[in-house]
């Protein structure tokens, strides 16, 4: 399945066994998406929420 | 083929490329410096590749090369003494100097300190890079290669000004270059003699850089404003490699799929241009150490929070698709050939 990164509008390629929720990750900009749904359509994405690097020290 | 001042670096690295290129045989490579030698005497890290010897230029030059095209890596003020000639025997030339890179015959008193002899052939030369302007290159038989910031230049900036929805201030190009040493030659001066060129972060020209006229020359194709660049270059503390970051004003906010957008439409199928801007990894925007030994121009960008500036980051080896893979690409498609034939190996890393 493919799918359209958010980001940059680059091409994802999402396993066809992927399920929701599963973590795909743009090629072209590393920005990280969660599978929101899967239909006989296709496959929608949002954005993983990323993991911050200020860790609060 | 053949090369003109193959002893320094731009002509070691045409000569390097030309040896592994699987459709070229190099039969000449000329230097007055090491006439009579072998090559590898002068490039050692070819030492058991060839076993050719430089010849002199001024016999090439009076004579009709039996070769389909000829690269000049003469330097600046030598090409333009023993070009012309060669021009006249019908065969393909790629000039590495800038002797035929701008069009304008006043603009070498006033960047380059002479007085072209030679102005009608200045059109003749197209000024070659060929992410920009492939279509050009393949009709002609004489191209000039694009000093080496000039080209990570244009190639950062070229498309946003293409781009409707981004509005530029092209008259407002702001480009801060940091080279590498093999920038400055392989002839040594206090300049770059060891104790004095390690280790330095050295503002070489903060303004007035010669590379600024080609810039200007070039970006006016992609805009119908006035382009004015200003550039500051420094030397740094590598060998190989210039990353250009390159300031661009704009009056509204932009979204970055703005940008991508314009260099995507610009740059999607051209094989040496890679857009960087990664959310993980080290690096994340581009860097020279990643495009060493490469053909590749790295591309990224960045955005000021809340607009007015478009900061874009590019990343070259100097001496390749800065000077010598950029020529042979331009040969490749003078010839006939595949655009990448011969440039094809990944970058070195580390390095």
Same mark, same amino acid.
């Given at each position: 399945?493919?799918a359209?990164? =958010?980001?940059?509008?680059? $091409?994802? =390629?999402?396993?066809?066994?992927?399920?929701v929720?599963e973590?795909?990750e743009?090629a072209?900009c590393? @920005?990280e998406h969660e599978?929101?749904g899967? @239909?006989?359509v296709?496959?929608?994405?949002? $954005?993983a929420e990323?993991v $911050?690097?200020?860790?609060?020290e | 083929m053949g090369?003109?001042?193959?002893?320094?670096?731009?002509?070691?690295?045409?000569?390097r490329?030309l040896l592994?290129?699987? %459709?070229?045989?190099?039969?000449f490579?000329s230097s007055s410096?090491f006439k009579? /030698?072998?090559?590898f005497?002068?490039?050692p890290?070819?030492r058991?590749l060839?076993?050719l010897k430089?010849t002199?230029e001024s016999?090439?030059?009076?004579s009709t090369?039996d070769?389909?095209?000829?690269f000049s890596?003469?330097?600046? !003020? %030598?090409s333009?003494?023993h070009?012309?000639?060669l021009?006249?025997?019908g065969?393909?030339?790629v000039?590495?100097?800038?002797?035929f890179?701008?069009?304008?015959p006043?603009a &070498?008193p006033k960047?380059?300190? &002479?007085?072209?002899?030679h102005?009608e052939?200045?059109?003749r030369f197209?000024?070659s890079i060929?992410e *920009?302007? #492939?279509?050009?290159v393949?009709g002609?038989?004489?191209a000039?290669s694009p000093?080496?910031?000039?080209i990570?230049?244009?190639?950062?900036v070229a498309p946003?000004?293409?781009?409707?929805s981004?509005?530029i201030?092209?008259g407002?190009?702001?480009?801060d270059l940091?080279?590498?040493?093999s920038g400055s030659?392989?002839?040594?001066s206090?300049a770059?003699?060891f104790?004095?060129?390690?280790?330095?972060v050295?503002? &070489?020209?903060?303004?007035?850089?010669?590379?600024?006229?080609?810039i200007?020359?070039e *970006?006016?194709k992609?805009t119908n404003? !006035?382009v004015k660049a &200003?550039?500051?270059?420094?030397?740094?503390?590598m060998v190989r490699?210039?990353l250009?970051?390159i300031h661009?004003?704009?009056g509204?906010?932009v979204e970055?799929? /703005?940008?991508?957008?314009a260099y995507?439409?610009a740059?999607t !199928?051209?094989?040496f241009?890679r857009l960087v801007?990664?959310?993980k990894?080290v690096f #994340?925007?581009?860097?020279?150490?990643?495009?060493?030994?490469?053909?590749?121009?790295?591309?990224?960008? %960045?955005?000021e929070?809340?607009?007015?500036?478009i900061v874009?980051l590019v990343?070259?080896?100097n001496?390749v698709?800065?000077?010598a893979?950029?020529?042979?690409?331009t040969m490749?498609?003078?010839?006939g050939?595949d /655009?990448?034939?011969?440039?094809?190996?990944a970058? *070195?890393?580390?390095?």
């Open positions: 399945m493919e359209v990164c =958010s980001e940059c509008e680059a $091409k994802i =390629s999402v396993p066809d066994d992927a399920i929720g973590i795909v743009c072209e590393g @920005t599978v929101a899967i @239909t006989e296709g496959v929608t994405l949002k $954005k990323a $911050k690097e200020d860790w609060g | 090369v003109l001042g193959g002893s320094g670096y731009v002509g070691g690295e045409l000569i490329l592994s290129h699987p %459709e070229a045989d190099l039969v490579a410096r009579d /030698e072998y090559v005497r002068a490039h890290n070819l058991g060839t076993q430089f002199d016999s090439i030059a009076s090369p070769v389909d095209l000829v890596a003469l330097p600046h !003020g %030598e333009v003494k070009l012309p000639s021009v006249q025997t065969v393909k030339i000039d590495l100097s800038a002797d890179r701008l069009k304008d006043a &070498y960047w380059y300190g &002479y007085t072209h002899p102005p052939l200045l059109e197209v000024l060929p *920009l302007n #492939r279509e050009e393949g002609v038989s004489l000039s000093g080496c910031m000039a990570a230049t244009i190639l950062g946003l000004l293409l781009s409707k981004l509005k201030d092209a407002r190009i702001v480009v940091k080279v590498g040493s030659g392989g002839r040594p206090l770059t003699h104790s004095e060129r390690f280790g330095v050295r503002a &070489y020209k903060p303004v007035g850089h010669r590379h600024t006229a080609e200007e020359q *970006l006016s992609f404003d !006035g &200003y550039l500051s270059a420094h030397s740094v503390n490699g210039i250009a970051t661009l004003f704009v509204d906010a970055p799929l /703005e940008v991508w957008r995507r439409s740059y !199928g051209k094989r241009i801007r990664d959310r990894g #994340r925007y581009p860097d020279p150490k990643l495009v060493i030994g490469s053909n590749y121009a790295d591309i990224g960008f %960045e955005l929070p809340g607009g007015g500036r874009v990343a070259i080896d001496l698709k800065g000077a893979g950029n020529a042979l690409q490749n498609i003078m010839l050939l /655009e990448w034939l011969g440039l094809e190996s970058p *070195l890393h580390p390095v």
